[in-house]
């Protein structure tokens, strides 16, 4: 991929709200040719999606839980983990899925309302799919940093107003 | 007290200081640091050698390994061969190097050639020195590079120093090495020694920042500083250092030795991790800076206030002229009215007026929200100033 593709996708992964204007100013070219990289990158799917990172701790109504589950599969002769992680990805409850290396193979991570409710899903869904071998779940207590970004991290800027 | 100390001016900036300080919900462009918090390996490395306890004295030159280190990077850089143990001093910050330089150097009523506009301490620091300032005056027209036939009519009998800043602040200009080449003929003909702070050489935009000791025949006349602030985003951390010939880095440790005694250890101790990992992190920011100047330049002509494009450091210099206002009168109305701040730029020399300093080491929220407040005033005022002409 070209060297501005990057420096657009970059751009973007900062801040998806900045506007195509600015954008285009700021990578130095024309307004059309970013829009038209932008919808060619949707339309690839190398730009999955525009994503808000809410803390929703603050908000005061959130009750939900997350869970981290280290999965082991018995992988299948020609598509390995590929089939038994798809399935997986389709439950609204799984928010995401890697395949690991070490001691198991993929790791989920759910998001219910309760830890019951994980729980449940675990030893309903999850477990009992074909090829699952055995799931560990741990559960979330705190988010300090995600995507990057540290929950209340101290940003003020220290600087004098105006320095030689 | 002496009297030449009652006559020395505080920087300009130190009124304009005063005034933006005391409000609230200020945009500031009038920043002369970078944005960013020192990487996060640096910062870990300094909290790392105070766990272990280096809380001691280093050399007066700085530490061996970070001398060490300044070579090579100075090697990669701009291919310059220095010797750790005789040609570099690590300083408190570029600000002692250009100190200590001139005052190894001048002798009373010696003049210092300085291209204009110019950072604030260029000029007191040559007063104190006993040294007499000399202005040249660059122009927009020639994006504020100094022209040799400049420098040429500028020289006297008494004329010892040339001492410039490129990447410039508060320009933003850069010098590449043709036309440094071609000062370099001038200073070699006049037999100047130069002092070249090369502080910002890290923030080069379009082409490699050239040092100007790498050119043929002036490492001998060249004292070069450089430091840590603006390229590791560094400020607080106060160093910087000289590369120079033997002598004069031996002259100039006698004022260090006898002044500073030496730079603070865990400031050593960071810009040591600094050059050693931070290649990625100096890239990283150079690369944000740089979108930002496309922004703030692009922005700063929409709204009717011209600027050149700055190729170097994170400065952008408008002209305010179209206004009909003084530097002063703009930066201030600006502050009061929209609430944003920009340095007037004869704060940085008689040849900023009719200028003003923008940093963009600022986010790109706070950019294009100050660029929103700016063009509101300068609609404002440029009108009202059109409604004045059409009475008369």
């Excluded at chain 1, 996708?9 to 038209?36: D, F, S, W, Y």
């Excluded at chain 1, 409850?93 to 994980?118: A, C, F, H, R």
């Excluded at chain 2, 006559?7 to 005391?22: C, N, Q, V, W």
Aim: aromatic fraction near 8%.
């Amino acid at each position: 991929m070209d060297d501005v593709k990057v420096r657009l996708l970059q751009a973007l992964e900062q801040n998806h709200r900045i506007t195509t204007k600015a954008l285009a100013t700021m990578l130095n070219l024309p307004e059309k040719e970013v829009k038209g990289m932008i919808k060619e990158l949707e339309d690839v799917k190398v730009i999955l999606g525009y994503i808000t990172l809410i803390d929703w701790e603050k908000t005061g109504n959130n009750d939900n839980v997350t869970a981290i589950i280290d999965v082991k599969v018995t992988p299948q002769r020609d598509v390995g983990f590929d089939i038994i992680a798809e399935r997986i990805c389709r439950f609204p409850e799984v928010k995401s899925v890697y395949l690991m290396s070490g001691g198991y193979d993929l790791s989920v991570m759910i998001e219910g309302t309760s830890m019951k409710q994980v729980a449940f899903f675990v030893a309903e869904k999850l477990a009992t799919l074909e090829n699952v071998q055995s799931t560990a779940t741990h559960f979330v207590l705190k988010k300090y940093k995600q995507d990057g970004i540290i929950f209340d991290e101290d940003q003020k800027d220290r600087r004098l107003v105006i320095s030689p | 007290m002496k009297k030449s100390m009652e006559e020395l001016p505080y920087s300009g900036i130190r009124k304009f200081f005063d005034l933006a300080s005391g409000m609230r919900g200020v945009i500031s462009l009038g920043v002369g640091e970078p944005d960013f918090v020192t990487p996060w390996h640096i910062r870990e490395a300094s909290v790392y050698s105070l766990e272990k306890g280096y809380t001691n004295y280093t050399s007066n030159c700085g530490l061996e390994e970070l001398r060490r280190e300044i070579c090579r990077y100075l090697f990669r850089k701009f291919q310059l061969e220095y010797d750790y143990s005789r040609e570099i001093i690590v300083t408190v910050g570029a600000s002692e190097a250009i100190d200590i330089a001139l005052r190894c150097v001048l002798e009373p009523g010696d003049e210092v050639i300085i291209p204009e506009p110019c950072f604030v301490s260029y000029k007191p620091c040559t007063v104190m020195a006993g040294g007499v300032p000399k202005s040249i005056f660059t122009r927009e027209a020639d994006h504020f590079k100094l022209r040799p036939e400049d420098l040429e009519k500028a020289i006297t009998p008494r004329s010892k120093v040339l001492l410039m800043c490129y990447p410039n602040n508060p320009t933003g200009a850069v010098m590449i090495g043709k036309e440094l080449q071609a000062i370099a003929q001038v200073v070699e003909r006049y037999d100047l020694l130069v002092i070249s702070d090369e502080i910002y050489s890290e923030l080069t935009y379009e082409g490699e920042h050239v040092s100007f000791a790498s050119l043929p025949g002036m490492k001998e006349r060249t004292v070069l500083v450089n430091g840590f602030s603006k390229s590791f985003a560094m400020t607080g951390w106060r160093i910087g250092y000289t590369a120079a010939p033997e002598d004069i880095t031996a002259a100039m440790l006698k004022i260090h030795q006898y002044t500073i005694m030496c730079a603070p250890i865990m400031g050593q101790m960071a810009a040591i991790e600094a050059l050693k990992n931070g290649e990625g992190e100096i890239k990283r920011m150079a690369g944000q800076y740089d979108q930002r100047r496309n922004l703030i330049v692009n922005g700063l002509n929409q709204i009717g206030l011209p600027c050149f494009e700055p190729r170097g450091a994170f400065y952008a210099f408008p002209s305010i002229k179209l206004t009909g206002m003084s530097s002063q009168e703009f930066c201030e109305k600006l502050l009061k009215e929209e609430k944003v701040a920009v340095v007037p730029g004869d704060a940085f020399g008689e040849s900023g007026e009719g200028y003003v300093r923008c940093s963009y080491a600022a986010s790109v929220e706070q950019i294009t929200e100050a660029l929103n407040r700016m063009e509101k005033f300068v609609e404002r005022h440029v009108k009202k100033r059109k409604t004045v002409y059409a009475v008369r």
